[in-house]
């Protein structure tokens, strides 16, 4: 009996620790084999074809809805059905799909996990696509085409692109006395903090009324921050830090896929530090208070003057700040105004059972058609000028100036790509700690990253 | 209930062992076996077997999405040269300190109440009610109220004169907090199963201690305690193994940060295996964990002498 009762004991903790992992343990062998270059035989007539189609922006879900039912009208046999989930949710889902042979046909993807996908065998090269149809890559806005294609494969048209800016609290810069003239020409640089470090003190108040530029000022008991920013930024630093510490002329890599990052830079370690400090004077909301709810959740109940976030945000505060604001530019660094670009695009999945009619919507996701459907929502910019155009009357219409992101996108070197590479999960797990470790004032920036920089940088050995 | 079946099996040695030759003849077995065959059928298919396919697994480097390859105790060796890993280890059994022994006191504090002062239905249900919370609707509400810009319990502290705290966003806070959220929705639980084990206990032999002129706080220490040994064994164990694998709150509320605070053995494995595609080492983490809880248990019940009783 008490050999029996040990066993059986024994197994259930060995089941209950490992019942997540073995619940997932799909067959391993399943990898799809879908040749992606030959082009499947159509459906028979009649016969109607469902793409399952994911994306994660419940913003853009009616645009793309509007896209999917007209493209649905022009082709009949062809069912396009969307699936919209959370960012965390979705690419669990994604992920677990692919596992599973459950993953949808078609799915938006990201910039910093399609190299991943790409490296695993889950996507479909659409180059032989894109050629066969003499798809036109050139009406796409910059570098956008560029993002996705890699060794002379493709995996995705471009959809939409972004940029950063500063949003503000318009009551927050009244009280101060500052202008939006001034906002909008604020400097920076990593020795003096420029006039943006000037700002950024002078907008924010403690409890007893007195700004950052006064002696009493007391870091411990702010009640509205200068600047808040959205976390410690992990390896990208997109909203938080990259539109800083790209004006000092450092970038994350030196070319797309480069397989070595720049962390150690001392104009990188500079900036970071230069964040951590202000964080500690009370000019920029500490990490720990953001961490939780998130910076635009708290810029939105008013304890911050100024917010960096990126142009996929303005609908977010259109609909839940309580006060006026409007977007300004970016600080001008040494090298002139950054913002990164960032784009998405639709992926197929190599699991598809219908590559053709997959193709079919990725294609018509990225034309001038749905572009200009998409604009007309004003929730994205899309790939596309004509898109952007209808956009930027749809954002006009509510009200809202949104120039300061074009302005951005479309000024001469006025951005930096997103720093496409290999091993992105890793580097988020091996940059996310040190980050906040430096935010929270735990390590000195010029220490810290370095020696992450070799762990990253060991990942490509 | 491993535990309990082993408690029983050693408190009855009297029971003498039918015949080996017989035991599967007997009709009792028979039908013990028919009766447990149904949870036998789940337990296999859904535990037994995918376990000891995550034996093999933590001997591959499958990383989800291609054929997995077989590289023997690499995953193992790489472990143990792990710092992340040695940091969870620690970041757990920090974890475990700051959970069981107040978790267990309160939950005993709490039953004694519910035993002595009150036959309340309704108080009893009261109590576990944070337990019959789904564990994320519990991380969400605690996010909320802790949160140090627009929580409630700041909101309090502030008008107290008390400085802000940020209980999720720092490191020497995160770990503490999530340990309270999980105590506040456990203790509950604990409390009705020290509770059950209380009732058990004949009222005779309070008679008897009365009769001896014993004092409440002697009553409880002499006669309370050890009569409750045998649950208070189960719930130990079982909320140990439990807190070892902590992960929903912590899903919810600090993702294992800030700083790798609150990354905890668990969240370290979900995070090699779904987000940096390292199933194989992940399951190989698994394997240590599971290793882990068994000497934990096996130490407990050996020091608190499960399997036997004072009745």
């Not at chain 2, 909320?239 to 899903?251: L, P, Y």
Request: hydrophobic share 50%.
């Amino acid at each position: 009996m008490k050999k029996v009762s040990l066993v059986v004991t024994l197994l259930l903790i060995l089941s209950t620790v490992l019942s997540a992992c073995g619940g997932a343990a799909a067959p391993a062998a399943q990898a799809p084999a879908a040749d992606a270059g030959a082009a499947a035989p159509a459906a028979p007539s009649g016969e109607v074809v469902t793409i399952e189609y994911a994306l994660w922006d419940a913003n853009q879900l009616p645009a793309y809805q509007a896209c999917a039912d007209a493209f649905m009208a022009a082709n009949p046999n062809i069912k396009v059905n969307i699936t919209q989930s959370g960012w965390n949710d979705y690419w669990n889902t994604i992920q677990t799909g692919m596992v599973a042979g459950t993953a949808p046909d078609v799915f938006t993807d990201h910039l910093a996990k399609y190299p991943e996908f790409a490296a695993k065998e889950q996507l479909v090269d659409i180059q032989p696509y894109v050629d066969a149809d003499g798809v036109d890559l050139g009406v796409y806005l910059g570098q956008l085409a560029d993002l996705w294609a890699r060794d002379g494969k493709r995996f995705g048209l471009p959809k939409d692109w972004d940029t950063i800016a500063i949003v503000y609290n318009q009551n927050a810069l009244d009280a101060a006395g500052v202008t939006l003239d001034e906002l909008n020409n604020a400097t920076w640089d990593l020795e003096t903090g420029g006039t943006f470090q000037e700002l950024i003190a002078k907008l924010s108040v403690d409890e007893n009324g007195n700004n950052g530029l006064s002696p009493d000022f007391d870091p411990t008991k702010v009640k509205q921050y200068g600047l808040i920013i959205n976390g410690a930024g992990e390896g990208y630093g997109q909203t938080e830090w990259s539109w800083l510490a790209a004006t000092t002329g450092w970038r994350h890599i030196d070319e797309l896929y480069a397989t070595k990052y720049n962390y150690d830079d001392p104009r990188f370690t500079g900036t970071i530090q230069w964040y951590a400090d202000n964080m500690k004077k009370g000019f920029i909301m500490p990490l720990e208070q953001v961490s939780s709810l998130g910076g635009s959740a708290a810029f939105n109940s008013g304890l911050g003057a100024l917010h960096s976030n990126g142009s996929w945000m303005i609908g977010d505060f259109v609909n839940n700040a309580t006060f006026p604001f409007g977007f300004a530019r970016l600080p001008q660094g040494p090298e002139g105004r950054k913002s990164m670009f960032n784009g998405l695009a639709d992926s197929i999945w190599v699991g598809t059972k219908h590559p053709a009619e997959a193709w079919q919507w990725v294609k018509y996701a990225a034309s001038k058609e749905c572009a200009d459907k998409v604009g007309e929502f004003g929730v994205v910019f899309p790939a596309q000028q004509s898109g952007v155009d209808k956009a930027l009357a749809a954002y006009a219409a509510k009200g809202v100036d949104v120039s300061a992101f074009t302005l951005q996108a479309t000024e001469p070197d006025g951005t930096f790509l997103f720093p496409v590479t290999d091993h992105a999960s890793e580097i988020s797990a091996i940059m996310g700690p040190v980050m906040q470790s430096v935010m929270l004032g735990e390590s000195e920036a010029a220490v810290a990253l370095p020696a992450a920089n070799e762990e990253v940088n060991a990942l490509f050995k | 209930m491993s535990v309990q079946s082993q408690a029983v099996g050693r408190s009855s040695p009297s029971n003498a062992r039918p015949r080996r030759g017989r035991r599967w003849l007997n009709g009792e077995s028979l039908t013990a076996l028919f009766f447990i065959l149904p949870s036998l059928i789940g337990f296999t298919v859904f535990y037994a077997v995918p376990a000891i396919r995550g034996l093999w697994i933590s001997f591959t480097n499958w990383d989800l999405l291609r054929p997995a390859k077989f590289i023997g105790i690499e995953n193992y060796i790489k472990l143990a040269q792990d710092k992340e890993f040695w940091n969870a280890l620690y970041v757990t059994v920090y974890y475990v300190l700051l959970n069981i022994p107040l978790q267990t006191v309160l939950a005993m504090i709490i039953a004694v109440m519910m035993y002595r002062l009150t036959k309340s239905m309704l108080i009893r249900a009261l109590i576990i009610l944070p337990w019959l919370m789904p564990p994320v609707v519990v991380g969400l509400i605690w996010l909320w109220l802790l949160d140090p810009n627009i929580g409630i319990i700041n909101v309090a502290l502030k008008a107290l004169g008390l400085p802000m705290i940020a209980f999720l966003g720092l490191p020497q806070w995160a770990m503490p907090s999530v340990a309270m959220i999980n105590i506040w929705e456990y203790v509950g639980y604990t409390a009705l199963l020290i509770f059950a084990g209380l009732q058990s206990i004949p009222g005779s032999v309070y008679e008897a201690a009365s009769i001896d002129g014993a004092s409440e706080s002697q009553t409880f220490w002499k006669v309370t305690v050890p009569l409750l040994r045998p649950v208070l064994v189960f719930v130990i164990v079982t909320s140990v193994i439990g807190s070892f694998q902590v992960f929903d709150v912590i899903a919810i509320t600090t993702k294992g940060g800030p700083v790798n605070a609150t990354k905890v053995l668990n969240w370290y494995i979900y995070e090699q295996a779904f987000s940096r595609f390292n199933m194989g080492y992940a399951t190989a983490i698994s394997i240590v964990l599971f290793a882990i809880l068994i000497f934990v248990s096996m130490m407990q019940m050996r020091l608190m002498r499960a399997g036997e009783s004072d009745m």
